[in-house]
C-alpha cells in the first residue's frame, strides 16, 4: 500500500514538472486549418494538451451551445481531445431522423450516456469559439436576438483569426442594410489581428463593402492598420477597380501609402490611385508630394510621369511634380520626368526651378535633352530664356553646349533678345569649330538685324582663333 502510494506521489510530480517546464519554456500554441469543399479539419497543440476537429455539412447548437440540435445528412463531427497522452474522442453523424453520438475514452467505447454528453456538454463550448463548428447557425442566433451589433460582439469574444473573418463572412450574407456595412467593416478590423485574415474578409465582400461613401472609407481606413504593404495593396487596388472612390476616401488611400516601406506596393497603390476618372487636381498635388518617400528612381518616375498625363493639370502639381525629381539620383530618370512635365505649359519661376534642377544631371547628353525639350514646348520670356541660356555655360562637352545653341536659335518666339542671348553664349564654347557653326546658323538672323546683334556676332566671332573658321563666319554676315 505505501509502495502504490509512492508511486502515486512520484507520477503526480512528474505530472506537475512537465506542466511547470511546458510553461516556463514557453510553449507556443499551434493552430493548422484545413479544408476543401465538403470537410473542415482543425488542429491545436499547446505541447500539454491537443484538440482535433472534423466537421462536415450543416450543424446547428443549441441556444446555450452546449449541445447538437441537429444535422444535414452528409454532416459529421469528430472531436479529440489528448491531455499528457490520455485521450477522449467524440463522434457524431445523421442516423434517419436521428443522431448517432459515440463517446471514446482511448480506444474504448464508452456508453454515451451519461459519460459521453457529459463531457459534449462541457467541450462543446469550448470548441465553438475555437471552431467554425455550427458557424452559421450561431451567427443566425444571434442576429435574430440583437442584430448586427450582437454578432459582432460575439466575433470580438472568438479566439481564432480564421474563425473570426469565417463569422464575418456568413454576417455579411445576410441581408444586412447599407448603413450596417460601415460598423461591420470598423469593428470587424479592430477585431482582427492577422493581415491575411482581415483582407481576405474585405476582398470576398468588396462588392458590398464599398457600396455606399461611408462603408469605402471604412475599408480604406481598416487597411491603414495592416502591416503587410501587399495585403494592403491588393485590398486598395480591388476596391478601387470595383468603385470610384470619393476624395475622402483617396485622402485615406494616401494616408495608407505613406505608411508602405515597399517601393513597389507603394506605386501599384498610387497609380491605381491615378486611373480613378474622377481624381481632382488637388488630390494630384498631394500624391505627387507622396511620390518623394518613394526611394527607388524607377517607381518615382512611373508615378510622376502618370500623375503627368492626367489633363488640365495646375501649377500646383507642376510645382509638386518638380519637387519630386528632386530625390531622383539618375540622370537618365531624372530627363525622362522633366522631358514629361514639359510636355505641360510651366510658369516662369517653374522653368528656373528647372535649370536649378538640371544643374545636378551630370551627363551633358541629357542636360542637352533637357534643354532642346524647354526650347521646342515652352514659350519663354526673354528673361527666362537668358537663365536658360546661362546653364549651357556649365557644360563641359562644346558639342552638346553648341547643340542647346542651334535649337535656341529655331526656338518658339524667337527675338532679338534671345538672339543676342545666344550669340553672347556661344562666346563661351571653346572649340572654333563648334563656335563657327553656332554663328554660321545665327547668320541669317543677325544679317537681318539690328547693329547691335552685328556687334556682338563679331565680337564672338573674334574668339576662333582659326582664320579658315573666321573668315567663313565674317562673310556670313557680309553678303
Avoid at 214 to 232: G, I
Avoid at 263 to 279: C, F, G, N, P
Avoid at 426 to 451: K, P
Amino acid at each position: 500500500m505505501e509502495k502504490h502510494k509512492k508511486r502515486a506521489m512520484i507520477a503526480i510530480g512528474v505530472a506537475v514538472a512537465i506542466v511547470v517546464g511546458l510553461v516556463s519554456t514557453g510553449h507556443a500554441q499551434t493552430e493548422v486549418y484545413t479544408s476543401n469543399s465538403r470537410t473542415t479539419n482543425y488542429r491545436t497543440s499547446n505541447g500539454v494538451s491537443s484538440f482535433s476537429v472534423e466537421v462536415r455539412g450543416k450543424i446547428e447548437l443549441t441556444e446555450d451551445d452546449r449541445d447538437i440540435k441537429s444535422m444535414s445528412p452528409d454532416g459529421y463531427l469528430e472531436i479529440k481531445k489528448t491531455v499528457f497522452g490520455s485521450r477522449r474522442s467524440l463522434v457524431v453523424k445523421p442516423a434517419g431522423n436521428t443522431l448517432k453520438s459515440e463517446y471514446y475514452e482511448g480506444r474504448e467505447l464508452i456508453p454515451f450516456e451519461p459519460e459521453g454528453r457529459r463531457w459534449m456538454n462541457e467541450i462543446l463550448p469550448e470548441m465553438v469559439r475555437a471552431t467554425t463548428i455550427g458557424a452559421e447557425s450561431r451567427v443566425n442566433r444571434f442576429y435574430r436576438n440583437g442584430g448586427v451589433n450582437s454578432v459582432l460582439d460575439e466575433i470580438n469574444r472568438l479566439e481564432s483569426d480564421h474563425v473570426k473573418a469565417h463569422y464575418a463572412k456568413i454576417l455579411t450574407s445576410l441581408n444586412l442594410t447599407a448603413k450596417d456595412y460601415p460598423t461591420v467593416v470598423s469593428r470587424v478590423a479592430q477585431s482582427i489581428d492577422s493581415d491575411h485574415y482581415l483582407s481576405e474578409f474585405l476582398r470576398n465582400n468588396l462588392q458590398k463593402l464599398v457600396s455606399t461613401k461611408e462603408s469605402a472609407d471604412a475599408v480604406f481606413t481598416a487597411t491603414n492598420k495592416m502591416e503587410s504593404d501587399h495585403y494592403k495593396a491588393e485590398v486598395i487596388k480591388d476596391a478601387l477597380r470595383i468603385q470610384a472612390a470619393s476624395p475622402e476616401s483617396l485622402r485615406i488611400v494616401l494616408q495608407a501609402a505613406g505608411k508602405m516601406e515597399s517601393d513597389h506596393y507603394k506605386t501599384e497603390v498610387l497609380t491605381s490611385m491615378l486611373r480613378q476618372s474622377a481624381i481632382s487636381d488637388a488630390t494630384i498635388a498631394e500624391l505627387l508630394a507622396s511620390a518623394r518617400s518613394i526611394d527607388s528612381d524607377h517607381y518615382r518616375t512611373i508615378v510622376i510621369n502618370r500623375a503627368l498625363d492626367k489633363p488640365n493639370l495646375s501649377q500646383v502639381s507642376y510645382q509638386k511634380a518638380l519637387e519630386a525629381v528632386q530625390g531622383i539620383e539618375s540622370d537618365h530618370y531624372k530627363t525622362e520626368v522633366m522631358r514629361h512635365l514639359l510636355r505641360g505649359k510651366i510658369a516662369g519661376d517653374q522653368v528656373k526651378t528647372l535649370v536649378t534642377l538640371s544643374g545636378s544631371v551630370d551627363s551633358d547628353h541629357y542636360v542637352t535633352e533637357i534643354m532642346k525639350e524647354v526650347l521646342e514646348t515652352q514659350d519663354l520670356s526673354d528673361a527666362d530664356f537668358k537663365l536658360l541660356m546661362t546653364r549651357v555655360e556649365t557644360v563641359d562637352s562644346d558639342h552638346y553646349a553648341s547643340q542647346i545653341l542651334k535649337a535656341a536659335l529655331d526656338s518658339r518666339n524667337m527675338n532679338s533678345a534671345k538672339l543676342l542671348t545666344v550669340l553672347q553664349a556661344a562666346g563661351h564654347i571653346d572649340s572654333d569649330h563648334y563656335i563657327s557653326e553656332v554663328l554660321l546658323d545665327a547668320a541669317e538672323q543677325v544679317r537681318t538685324g539690328s547693329a547691335e546683334l552685328k556687334e556682338a556676332y563679331r565680337a564672338t566671332a573674334k574668339k576662333i582663333d582659326s582664320d579658315v573658321y573666321y573668315g567663313r563666319v565674317i562673310k556670313a554676315i557680309d553678303r
